[in-house]
């Protein structure tokens, strides 16, 4: 179980909230304009990192707003919460993090 | 070539002469050559069976398998044992069938009981929208050839006389599938590696695979922690961590990695002699050989590889399971425990070759992967070995998420959606 502190609300358990997946991922600009692959990879393709996850949850039973969390997926360990639109914190969670992975996802930028 | 004891009755009398202090290793304690024809990254059950049906089957006896940690740590070793093909779609039956079938020889064919019980396997319906599912699914699946009946809650009450038919969410019917069952999820793992040891193949524990050796967009071979190993083929069997390899390679996959708990009550006398599951409210429930309680609960939420999980999803597994069996009410559960799960979007696997040639993943297996793991390595060996897709397993190229050829099965790999 997660404690989670929602950026409005402040800390509670994780049964209060909803998880929806990595964030910062950006719907191609001009859908008509890329081709089937970059389109299932905007879909589909997920970094899915061992090490750091930014990922977005929601208040479902609380202020229902959205925010975007910051997690070790090798410990749970939560380093930090934000609200949409602001940059996620830099933070050392020591060496091998995933945002150190390759980004090669045309359909991702970070 | 390794030539072990072949297992019989009379081996076993032979043996007790001698109060069985001289049987062979059942597979060597290989050391890593520096080249192979194929390297399988994963030692559990998907990719011992697919090293050696590509020994057995496909004539490539030049294999290795690389397993970080020891045969069958993984999810092999964590999952609820059970083996059903009741799918919905035609791509979907026709591989978990595959695997069925072979099941039903695999004990004889390895020599190694791997203690196959076909003891009839249940998933309930507990409101109209499940007996719809399950009246379309169980005709789908009859269509298939599969066998599938469906059952009133009077025959569910006499499978399982002491289950609770009138619960907050009541029984109204069950598919049931009498050729499903359990199999002994560590003898799966062994049988195949003394069966693959026995035709060649070296299966090295402890070796970590850092980094993949590409040479002009082709896999040469695999770094790991004991040194460079050449490889003319890759197989990549590594269910949770299927990302981070892909990482090593330089690709993105459709996956997910969760945990999945499971937990087992101390054992009790034989009392449930088939296997229940209920995708709505979300138990699952068989009772071992060894009479514990093995009980399924549902994925974590949150993406994760701490073998871990949350206690809420075991609290609301176990809500469910008293719901329906008030009897083990008074039960104390012995251990807990989680594997990583690779999910993807549509609950089927992924069977694949990757951009990077002569380098292939078979993972996505998710919550299910058990049931599949003869059928899995059997298509797969045939994929390695040939470089192009056995008929069975080219549906699930993981090009479906490009053309939006999904193969849904959401409902029933019984997951609510």
Redesign the interface.
Known sequence: ??LIKCPWCGTRD??EF??H??AHLLRPPAPAEVD??Q???Y????????GL?R?RWMHAHGCRRWFNVL?D????RIYATYRPGDSPPDVDAGDDNGEN??D??PG?PT | MNKPNRYSVFSLARHALNYHQDWARAWRNAQPKREYEAVIVGGGGHGLATAYYLARECGVRDVAVLEKGWLGGGNTGRNTTIVRSNYLWDESAALYDHAVKLWEGLSAELNYNVMFSQRGLLHLAHNVHDMQEIGRRGCAIYANGIDSELLTPAQVKTMVPFINLDGRQPVLGALLQRRGGTARHDAVAWGYARAADALGVDIIQNCEVTGFGIDANRVTGVQTNRGFIGARKVGCVVAGHCSVLADMAGFRLPIESTPLQALVSEPLKPVLDCVVMSGTVHAYISQSDKGELVIGAGSDAYNSYSQRGGFDSIEHALCAVLELYPIFSRLKMLRQWAGIVDVTVDRSPLITATPVRNLFFNCGWGTGGFKATPGSGHVFAHCIARGEMHPLAAPFSIERFNRGALIDEGAAAAVAH
């Open positions: 179980m997660l994780m049964s909803s998880y997946g990595e089937d692959a389109w299932g990879a879909l589909f393709a997920r970094k899915n990192p061992k996850h990922e997690r997926t090798r410990d749970d992975n390759g090669n996802n991702n």
